[in-house]
T-cell receptor
Framework: DAGVTQSPTHLIKTRGQQVTLRCSPISGHKSVSWYQQVLGQGPQFIFQYYEKEERGRGNFPDRFSARQFPNYSSELNVNALLLGDSALYLC????????????FGPGTRLTVT | AQSVTQLGSHVSVSEGALVLLRCNYSSSVPPYLFWYVQYPNQGLQLLLKYTTGATLVKGINGFEAEFKKSETSFHLTKPSAHMSDAAEYFCAVGNNAGNMLTFGGGTRLMVKP
């Protein structure tokens, strides 16, 4: 079975631009979570979506938004990019919203110049 | 609020030696605890988890961890290090709702031949 997939693998953006990252969960998983991992640090929770509804939100500014589609895939949007947004963005899926067993994708490496 | 502290950002051991990676947590509720491994340019892979029950938890690749409530610790061990164990290891605690992981800063394990 395919694991969590994310696209693109890498991208480079300029300060002030907007970016959209995509995630497809494992088949049968209805929950998707997003994490930001700055180089040299542990991942930080951004959002969790379950059945297309936001179920959790971390301490991130409103420039960060996300949504989940009927097929349970998800997009993370970041507006007005800052240099500090440069990070590895990880998507994780789980069967349901209150299931700790999260499976992570390989991540999208975002570089903001 | 929950937090995780991993003592030692870098640990170096010889091949065949004991691996000990330290993790202390802070949680206001009975904790759910996890260890993840991250290989270069990859996402996170779950090594093991503690939710309830037996305090000694066995995971993949010969790793195990012991939950010690009195010490608020969840240290990761492996009796004999292998070159393939070289990676970044993250300890995490789950929140009460089951939808968010709080990670420590990570420990990079280096294995010398």
């Amino acid at each position: 079975d395919a694991g969590v997939t994310q696209s693109p693998t890498h991208l480079i953006k300029t300060r002030g631009q907007q970016v959209t990252l995509r995630c497809s969960p494992i088949s049968g998983h209805k929950s998707v979570s997003w994490y930001q991992q700055v180089l040299g640090q542990g991942p930080q929770f951004i959002f969790q979506y379950y059945e297309k509804e936001e179920r959790g939100r971390g301490n991130f500014p409103d420039r960060f938004s996300a949504r989940q589609f009927p097929n349970y895939s998800s997009e993370l949007n970041v507006n007005a990019l800052l240099l500090g947004d440069s990070a590895l963005y990880l998507c994780a899926s789980s069967v349901r919203d209150s299931n700790y067993e999260q499976y992570f994708g390989p991540g999208t490496r975002l570089t903001v110049t | 609020a929950q937090s995780v502290t991993q003592l030692g950002s870098h640990v170096s051991v010889s091949e065949g030696a004991l691996v000990l990676l330290r993790c202390n947590y802070s949680s206001s509720v009975p904790p759910y605890l996890f260890w993840y491994v991250q290989y270069p340019n990859q996402g996170l892979q779950l090594l093991l988890k503690y939710t309830t029950g037996a305090t000694l938890v066995k995971g993949i690749n010969g790793f195990e961890a012991e939950f010690k409530k009195s010490e608020t610790s969840f240290h990761l061990t492996k009796p004999s290090a292998h070159m393939s164990d070289a990676a970044e290891y993250f300890c995490a605690v789950g929140n009460n709702a089951g939808n968010m992981l709080t990670f420590g800063g990570g420990t990079r394990l280096m294995v010398k031949p």
